[in-house]
């Protein structure tokens, strides 16, 4: 399977522990974003980045968020000392520079907060 | 309120025709999209338009662009049991702006 994949698929954990997301992109890709959906709703974009450089992040990226991209691979997005508000799919995408519009979504990261 | 708007739910019966609407408020938005997302699965890019453009066909995939009013519509023709999934509008600006904006997504059941 050659496309965009997340890991893990489900994780479930307690309020205050900090969790760590992979997204590995379709590998000619150097674009990456990552989204957050919750229930009932469309993705809400968080960050994106071009290689390993972070360009653009939301204001919905609070400080207990951090994502890296550090060899323009893989990325992962940390979230320290969850809350119950942080529970939702977390879904990583890419896309190959010259056509950005075209973003591939991988499966999700389910993470709930109890 | 929201930047993009769809309706939450449409029901069809198979054979027919689908029209999932969608309106947005960014006049500057260069690029719109229909994803597709089935139970448990990521979101599936269908079609895209680019805003100067008022249509684009793609097999059973018909997208209307009407610039003027901010409406964007995606039919479905001899639609499918398969083709129930929420279907969801999304625009960019291009250019530099990589923010990729949303609506809630469409439910589309298709009864046999």
């Known amino acids: 399977d050659t496309g965009v994949s997340q890991n893990p698929r489900h994780k479930i954990t307690k ?100 | 309120g929201e930047d993009v708007e769809q309706s939450l739910f449409l029901s ?32 599936q890019l269908l079609t895209y338009i680019f805003s100067n453009m008022d249509m684009k066909q793609d097999q059973r995939l018909t997208v209307l662009l009407n610039k003027k009013d901010k409406h964007l519509s995606l039919r479905i023709a001899d639609t499918q049991t398969g083709d129930s999934a929420i279907y969801f509008c999304a625009e960019r600006q291009g250019g530099n702006n990589n923010d990729m904006r949303f609506g809630a997504g469409t439910r589309l059941t298709v009864k046999p």
């Open chain 1, 15 to 114: 309020r205050g522990q900090n969790v760590t997301f992979r997204c590995d992109p379709i590998s000619e890709h150097n674009r990456l974003y990552w989204y957050r959906q919750t229930l009932g709703q469309g993705p809400e974009f968080l960050t994106y980045f071009q290689n390993e450089a972070q360009l653009e992040k939301s204001r919905l990226l609070s400080d207990r968020f951090s994502a890296e991209r550090p060899k323009g691979s893989f990325s992962t997005l940390e979230i320290q000392r969850t809350e119950q508000g942080d529970s939702a799919m977390y879904l990583c995408a890419s896309s190959l520079d010259d056509r950005g519009h075209e973003q591939f979504f991988g499966p999700g990261t389910r993470l709930t907060v109890l």
């Open chain 2, 12 to 43: 069809v019966r198979e054979g027919d025709s689908s029209v999932i609407n969608c309106t947005y408020t960014d006049s500057s938005s260069t690029y719109l999209y229909w994803y597709k997302q089935e139970p448990g699965a990521g979101l």
